[in-house]
């Protein structure tokens, strides 16, 4: 490709403000995270971007373990007898599941759902696993892959085939449980927050809203930076019901035989998609430090063949220097300097490098941020103690900036008047007064296509006062909504 025609492949980016659509397929692909699958609504997961995926799962599943989960795997195919053992489940999930009828060129006696999630199976080993309450809590998290058939698809955010983990607990009392969904929302909560910089709003999804089956279903959400809302963690108290529906029993103490209460969580490939289109500008992807695949990348800047050997030399010290310490990329393409800058911060390293003749002689390198693209020059000694920390201001920034673009963001509204205007003419999140009906809220998504993301944890102290914003009735909560992915 002539050099040109590299350039130009950086400056084509859309505006986010002209069509933030268009702006975040262009960065995936560009930014080669992934690409089509020639089957409808999958995709491919790049190298670059399955890399972001693999530091998600070390850090996500080292959280995981703190809290006495282990891991296991479970088959793809369920019988459809499984499903239908929970009416609502199967009612949920019925539109999306995908079903193998034939194998070795047989008709099969009993289709098999492509999983949609492991509940059924779940339900089924845990049923002949536990036995006492000694064998309580049994907690286990899997990492695997499902299939939902979806109509509209966009790469990362919903395909018919994702990666993702799916926790599932069972406990002797539903207060156990209840303790169980909340720590591993909390686990989310604070990975989300701390490893992928994205502030989130955490609490309790409506009846409408959750999951299929479930009790209560507590999730995260994540303003995205067209206003819009992505929900990017969910966590699930699923009381008795998959239990009875599995026969899932344990001999208690006191002699008596009871039902298990279960947990189901989990969290997906499309925070992928979150930490794009929370951090992205408009030259490309900006990574939180924390998982992306490369924390910096050394840019070498000769000019004649004789730089090369003393610049070369330094680079091999930095190399040593920061070894197992930052995860660094040498560019030694033939590039120009000039494109592998644009080319690297499409890609969202965090921190660039830049060495030249002048800084070899100075004994010195350039450091360039790719949040704010400030420049500071660090001598090379310093750099095993500088870089690491910068790392960390860029991942702090992150956050920040991020916070205080969901809080310029959030509006209140105390009519429906009120609601519907700032629906109509601003993007973000809605706060509002609220009593909980479920027919008010699917008209309120009828006509406004916004739903009711989270009834948040933080409630006002006291309680709330007045009048829920649609039906007049006394509020019992204020409630977030917003349009959504």
């Known amino acids: 490709m002539a050099e040109g025609a590299k350039e130009k492949y950086v400056e084509e980016l859309v505006d986010q403000s002209d069509d933030f659509s268009r702006w975040y397929n262009q960065v995936v692909r560009k930014a080669e995270l992934a690409d089509y699958a020639p089957v409808r609504g ?169 999951f299929a089956g479930a009790l209560r279903t507590y999730s995260l959400e994540a303003m995205m930076r067209d206003g819009k809302a992505l929900q990017s963690a969910t966590s699930h108290n699923l009381g008795h019901n998959f239990a009875q529906g599995f026969d899932i029993q344990y001999l208690d103490s006191d002699g008596q035989r009871k039902y298990c209460a279960t947990t189901s969580w989990g969290l997906s490939t499309r925070i992928i998609g979150a930490i794009i289109m929370v951090h992205g500008d408009e030259s490309g992807l900006i990574l939180p ?13 000769w000019r004649k063949d004789a730089d090369q050997g003393a610049i070369m030399e330094a680079i091999g010290r930095i190399e040593r220097m920061l070894k197992g310490k930052v995860r660094l990329k040498v560019d030694l393409s033939d590039n120009t300097p000039g494109w592998k800058f644009n080319e690297w911060e499409l890609r969202g390293v965090p921190v660039r490098i830049e060495i030249g003749p002048r800084d070899v002689q100075n004994n010195s390198v350039v450091l360039v941020r790719r949040d704010n693209r400030a420049k500071e020059t660090v001598a090379i000694d310093a750099l095993e103690t500088r870089l690491p920390e910068l790392l960390e201001e860029v991942q702090q920034a992150l956050f920040q900036r991020a916070l205080a673009f969901r809080e310029e963001h959030t509006y209140y509204a105390e009519t429906y008047d009120e609601f519907k205007e700032i629906m109509s003419e601003k993007r973000g999140f809605v706060r509002v007064k609220w009593a909980e009906d479920s027919e008010a809220e699917l008209a309120i998504k009828e006509e406004t296509k916004a739903t009711l993301r989270v009834i948040p944890f933080d409630q006002p102290e006291g309680g709330v006062q007045g009048r829920c914003f649609y039906t007049g009735k006394p509020a019992t909560c204020e409630a977030v909504f917003a349009r959504s992915y």
């Open 42 to 210: 999958c995709m491919i997961i790049r190298p670059y971007g399955y890399a972001i995926w693999e530091h998600i799962q070390r850090l996500l599943d080292a959280r995981f373990k703190e809290t006495g989960v282990m891991n296991a795997y479970f088959p793809l195919l369920i019988p459809r007898s499984f499903l239908e053992r929970e009416a609502k489940h199967v009612e949920g999930f019925a539109p999306e599941v995908a079903w193998v009828t034939r194998g070795g060129g047989e008709e099969l006696e009993e289709p098999l759902a492509i999983r949609p999630t492991s509940e059924t199976i779940i339900g089924y080993s845990f049923a002949r696993w536990i036995q006492s309450y000694r064998d309580l809590p049994l907690l286990i998290n899997l990492w695997n892959n499902v299939m939902r058939w979806e109509k509209r698809t966009v790469l990362f955010l919903r395909t018919a085939e994702f990666l993702w983990q799916e926790g599932h607990t069972a406990h002797r009392t539903l207060e156990e449980a209840e303790e169980r969904t909340r720590l591993m929302l909390e686990v989310y909560r604070s990975f989300v927050q701390e490893d992928l910089a994205i502030p989130v709003l955490h609490g309790r999804k409506s009846e409408n809203e959750k």
């Open 289 to 301: 430090p924390h998982v992306a695949p490369y924390q910096a990348v050394v840019v070498p800047i």
